[in-house]
């Protein structure tokens, strides 16, 4: 390693001492092997094996290792930092792996990573060695610079290459204990006094005095934190006239008194340098068994990072003064088109699943008496009949009354149109079956809901005519039964249309209202621009509030259902896969909680695409399970969204915290409305991605199991795994079980000790969702 760099030195190390000096550029120490501790202005870093610190331009140091210690050093000149960074020198790097926040390991992984990459490739030389260095150090200081900068202070802003200034400081840095005055360093530069005054001012922003006042304060903060002098002592050792004017000037800087500072701050006693060592004592180091190491530090550091082109924002919350509002629990209700489906094992199956991990109270069914759950009557000379034409519907509402379930029944007008007499006979006779072997107050819960769609050719006092019909019918048999009717809504006109305007007068006559809302009606996705997309952002919430107060200015207050709704998803098979949207679903599902009675799913995919007869994907209704009882992202989001205990203590856009008896909850989104084409390109989505710095202040003061729960398409997107898995060859039955095992969020545990305040980061890309489950330990 005897070739110098002009604009970096990479070098590995053994360090046993490294004399003060201040330094030049951004310097990494990397410990490999062993220890090394670092003073940085008056403060103490113990580095132990794969522990990262960045010494800042500037900054006075010293170094001293123990006898096992390997550590490999890059320094970076303010040069190259000043040719492509305009900020550098208003700039200051926190980077420490011992301190860093809760949601930043993996950029320090990374970092660890290219530094060694960086090593390897300098010992290698090939003839392309010196570009691709360029890349490994810019990778670094994209992350550094995006990641970890601070605003600078004046010692930051020093020119390095002012040889004189330089001078001065390191003398003022050596000698702090002694007197130094003006004069004296006027004489020592050949400078006059009112001269050199002025020059220090401009350069530094501070006068002479007032710097070195500084600078003996810095060095007095380590004697009361890591020695047992007396503060009289301390002040003496570091320079001041007095101990009077040593904790006068203390307290103007830091507010408290010496001694009460020593009290709220002690440290553990540290082997500070007894001396400075004014000669270096290191070795440079070159050897296979060192490579080697190297290379194991890339095998365990071999997570990926990649967000330097995303957005970074704060998130502060002072729980303090919680908003202390309630959690709804709406009803879900799972379509499954018709009720013999419910025959199916793989149904039931799902329909349990879904019932025990994100709660479930109605099976939704249509074509209840013109598909094949109930049977034709069969001629027959038996005098008592040993055939029923509800067997089928007896299995499966046998299932759903065990399984506490009740029905959500849509009868639509052109169902009953077609042969209305014969309609409402078979629909009398199934009810009175149920009700003699289920009895009232099991059909008590069900709900009828009447349908016909927006556009219909209908006269709205038809639509009436057979809708009292129906609901005479049914409150004859079951009194206290649901009867309600959907309500076709104009997003844009934000009203109904005439056929429908019959509703408006009979809310007697009308225990409930269904409604639809999916964002993709309103989008032309042939449009690359986002402005359309722009407007379907919050589009259920909107919507929902639009019918409720046209609703209400008909004097109108019923119980609202959401029968079938969606996201945006795009209108082709190919980008409802490559499309994550679990942030959208939560999201949309958390804005109406409080607004609605219930909320629909499909519940897989097979059963919703059966309707479309071959033609492309039916995009009305969001599904739970893929084939093959895969879950896809609704099902977790709703997992989630039932994980959620508790009071709410703090809520905005993309983001929801609670408290309840075992700590916090705290539920981050990065929800993005946009053209779900652009999915399919990677270097559009990077943009999308964000990382959060979360403040919360507080909190009540003790040890905590963090629990982070990440959902995002890297993390349990069905989809992810199943195009990495893919093979022209087709798929069988073990693929297929290893990927519905394999795709599920993914977990995280850290434990943090939280002293009222608690700050980390999270890395969010498009649509992720990111839960914290924030429990307070027993001690």
């Known amino acids: ?31 490999i092997n062993g220890e090394l501790t670092i003073e940085i202005d008056s403060r103490f870093y113990v580095l132990k094996e794969q522990d990262l610190l960045l010494i800042n331009r500037n900054q006075l140091f010293q170094a001293q290792g123990n006898q096992t210690n390997c550590v490999l050093l890059l320094n970076i000149s303010d040069s190259f930092m000043d040719q492509y960074y305009s900020e550098y020198r208003n700039s200051r790097f926190d980077c420490f792996s011992q301190e860093i926040e809760m949601g930043r390991e993996i950029m320090l992984d990374k970092m660890r990573k290219l530094l060694v990459e960086l090593m390897i490739t300098y010992s290698r030389r090939d003839e392309s060695y010196q570009i691709e260095m360029q890349g490994y150090i810019c990778e670094i200081l994209l992350i550094l610079i995006r990641r970890f900068k601070q605003k600078g202070s004046a010692i930051e802003k020093i020119d390095t290459n002012d040889f004189r200034l330089t001078k001065m400081i390191e003398y003022m840095e050596r000698n702090y204990h002694q007197v130094i005055t003006l004069e004296d360093m006027a004489k020592k530069s050949y400078l006059s006094t009112g001269y050199l005054s002025r020059y220090f001012k401009q350069k530094m922003g501070m006068g002479f005095s007032r710097f070195l006042m500084n600078i003996r304060l810095k060095h007095s903060v380590k004697d009361l934190l890591y020695t047992n002098d007396t503060i009289s002592q ?53 050897s296979p068994e060192i490579l080697a190491k190297l290379g194991t530090v890339l095998t365990k550091h071999d997570q990926s990072y990649s967000n330097t082109e995303s957005r970074f924002e704060e998130l502060l919350l002072d729980v303090s003064k919680p908003i202390n509002a309630k959690i709804s629990r709406p009803d879900h209700v799972l379509i499954i088109r018709e009720l013999k489906e419910l025959l199916k094992e793989d149904v039931r199956s799902q329909m349990l699943m879904a019932k025990e991990e994100m709660r479930l109270n109605y099976v939704g069914i249509s074509h209840l008496l ?29 299932f759903m009354k065990k399984n506490g379930l009740s029905l959500f029944i849509r009868i639509e007008y052109q169902e009953i149109s077609t042969n209305e007499e014969n309609y409402f006979q078979k629909l009398y006779g199934f009810m009175k079956h149920c009700l003699q072997v289920y009895g009232a107050s099991y059909l008590n819960k069900w709900h009828f809901l009447f349908y016909e769609p927006y556009y219909t050719a209908v006269e709205a006092k038809e639509l009436k005519r057979v809708y009292f019909k129906m609901y005479n019918l049914l409150k004859k048999l079951v009194p206290d039964i649901h009867v309600g009717v959907f309500l076709p809504f104009s ?20 225990d409930f209202i269904g409604y639809h809302s999916n964002q993709n009606d309103i989008i032309d996705f042939q ?29 109108i207050e019923k119980p609202l259902h959401l029968i079938s709704w969606n996201t945006l998803s795009g209108n082709t098979r190919f980008t409802n896969g490559t499309f994550f949207r679990a942030a959208l679903v939560l999201k949309s599902v958390l804005d109406v909680v409080n607004e609605v009675e219930s909320i629909g799913f ?24 893929h084939y093959f009882s895969g879950k896809r992202p609704a099902y977790f989001a709703m997992v989630f969204a039932k994980r959620l205990n508790g009071t709410v203590i703090a809520q905005g856009s993309d983001y929801l915290m609670t408290q309840n008896d075992r700590g916090y909850q705290l539920v981050l989104m990065n929800c993005n409305t946009v053209n779900p084409y652009y999915s399919i390109e990677e270097a559009f989505l990077q943009k999308l991605n964000k990382e959060i710095l979360v403040k919360i202040t507080g909190l009540e003061a003790g040890e905590y199991q963090i ?31 290893y990927i519905n095992r394999s795709s599920h969020p ?7 000790t939280i002293a009222s305040e608690w700050s980390f980061y999270s890395y969010l890309t498009i649509n992720a969702i990111h839960f914290f489950d924030i429990r307070k330990a027993i001690i």
């Open 1 to 31: 390693m005897d070739e110098p760099l002009t604009d970096f030195q990479i070098s590995l190390k053994k360090i046993q001492f490294l004399s003060p000096r201040v330094n030049q550029g951004l310097q990494f120490i990397f410990v």
């Open 234 to 286: 301390i002040s003496m050792k570091n320079g001041f006239a007095n101990t009077k004017s040593f904790t006068s000037l203390f307290k103007e800087m830091y507010g408290v008194t010496p001694h009460v500072y020593r009290e709220n701050h002690s440290e553990e006693p540290i082997d500070s340098f007894q001396s400075y060592h004014f000669e270096d004592a290191e070795t440079l180091i070159n």
């Open 370 to 398: 013109s598909g094949e759950t109930i049977t034709a009557d069969v001629e027959t000379d038996e005098e008592i009949a040993t055939s029923s034409p509800y067997f089928k519907s007896d299995v499966a509402l046998n």
């Open 491 to 510: 997003f844009k006109d934000e009203k109904t249309n005439d056929p429908h305007k019959w509703l408006l007068t009979e809310g007697n006559h009308i």
């Open 527 to 555: 449009e690359l621009s986002d402005d359309r997309f722009f407007l379907a952002k919050d589009y259920l919430k909107e919507k929902t509030a639009k019918i409720k107060s046209y609703l209400k200015k008909h004097h």
């Open 602 to 625: 499909w519940i897989n995919t097979a059963l919703h695409e059966g309707g479309g007869k071959g033609q492309r994907i039916r995009i009305e209704g969001l599904e739970l399970f």
């Open 707 to 737: 629990r982070k729960h990440i959902f995002d398409k890297d993390h349990g997107a069905l989809y992810t795994k199943w195009w990495n898995l893919n093979s022209r060859h087709g798929m069988d039955l073990e693929i297929i079980d």
């Open 746 to 752: 993914d977990l995280e545990i850290f434990d943090e």
